[in-house]
């Protein structure tokens, strides 16, 4: 006995299986690549199952994904992705899950599956010219891709502009992709030195005098750039680099007077730069050189009504040619989810959300 729908139950069956989902199986043919894409314990399966709200399940080489068919398509383009980052020798984790989520998702939005009728010819040389998120080219570690609409303005921002300000809460990349640039540009030939500096500010503690050369007074307040550098570049052509003075890293302090000519100069942690260090630092760019400086508005270690001279450089020279700016958000940190609720929760009190407080 064959029995027929109604109308009006077969849009309900529709909608029935629109709301369990679609199933689709994708098999990655390198089963060592394959492994290096689900990550250890399936971390990275499991976190892009919870990022885009479907089933995932995992065979030798073969993934099977089931849920929302927008979201089945999405997650099957983000392990594309990650399949093809490891196969050229990366090992990802869930930052590059996040990274793949957001490039895939982009990409998407800017060139649909299903270009409207009247243009496809331009639709499809623009997908062709799209090269993804930018990315940083190192020796050690090959290419670094933005994780993020935000990271990716960033280094589109800094290829363009002789002085870049970022903003934005920690965790964001700002230091870290900096570096990587500057690394970049250094072994390109574009620059001949790095100038790396911090103002030497302590974060509300007083450590009193330390011991040693000045190398060893100043590293305490360099560490983080130090760590991005070891990241970028290996440890022996770091520290041959440092004792030929082709990397220099020194406190803020240092640069009064000087000329840097031919040279990418770094300025971290630039909240805690008063107004007339901050001009100064400013004024030191020279012939051929390139400038970034970075700073978390939000955490400023400077005496009770001392002015940051951030916020003021900025507003200062936002219409001015030749200068970039990027504002990162709690939503662009990358370092951990749980320090981006961190960080919005901040973000809220200062805003004078009263449920923040409860």
């Known amino acids: 006995m064959t ?9 309900a069956a529709s909608v029935q299986a629109s709301l369990e989902g679609v199933e689709e199986s994708l098999t990655l043919n390198d089963n060592r690549a394959a492994s290096l894409v689900v990550g250890n314990y399936d971390q990275n399966i499991a976190h892009l199952e919870r990022r885009l709200n479907i089933v995932a399940h995992v065979n030798g080489n073969q993934i099977q994904l089931r849920g929302p068919r927008e979201q089945v398509e999405h997650a099957r383009r983000v392990l594309e992705s990650l399949y093809a980052t490891v196969k050229r020798g990366r090992v990802v984790g869930t930052g590059d899950v996040d990274g ?4 895939t998702a982009t990409q998407r939005g800017l060139f649909p599956d299903r270009p409207p009728p009247p243009e496809p010819e331009t639709v499809a040389k623009a997908r062709e010219a799209y090269s993804g998120f930018g990315h940083v ?4 570690r090959g290419i670094t891709k933005a994780r993020n609409a935000a990271q990716d303005s960033y280094l589109r921002v800094l290829a363009r502009h002789e ?5 934005g809460p920690a965790g964001t990349g700002k230091t870290w992709l900096a570096v990587g640039h500057a690394v970049q ?3 390109a030939g574009h620059v001949e030195r790095l100038i790396l500096s ?7 503690e007083k450590i009193g005098f330390l011991p040693g050369d000045m190398r ?7 560490r983080p750039i130090y760590d991005a550098l070891y990241d970028f570049m290996e440890g022996r052509l770091v520290e041959r680099a440092l004792q030929t003075g082709v990397i220099e890293v020194a406190p803020l302090a240092f640069m009064r007077g000087r000329t840097l000519s031919n040279a990418l100069i770094l300025l971290d942690e630039a909240q805690n730069t008063s107004s007339m260090q901050m001009k100064m630092f400013l004024t030191r760019l020279g012939e051929g050189s390139r400038m970034i400086i970075t700073g978390d508005p939000t955490q400023i270690d400077l005496p ?5 001279g951030l916020g003021e450089a900025i507003a200062l020279l936002q219409n001015v040619e030749g200068v970039g700016h990027v504002r990162f958000g709690h939503q662009h940190v990358v370092r951990h989810d749980l320090v981006r609720r961190i960080v919005q929760a901040y973000e809220e009190v200062g805003a004078g959300n009263p449920a923040a407080m409860r």
């Open 3 to 11: 029995m027929r729908l109604s109308e009006p139950s077969r849009l």
């Open 100 to 103: 793949a989520i957001e490039e």
């Open 137 to 140: 080219t190192t020796r050690k």
């Open 163 to 167: 002085l870049v300000f970022a903003e």
């Open 185 to 187: 540009l250094l072994e």
């Open 198 to 204: 911090r103002p030497a500010v302590e974060a509300g």
């Open 216 to 222: 060893d007074k100043v590293d305490p307040y360099l």
């Open 304 to 308: 009770p009504g001392q002015k940051s």
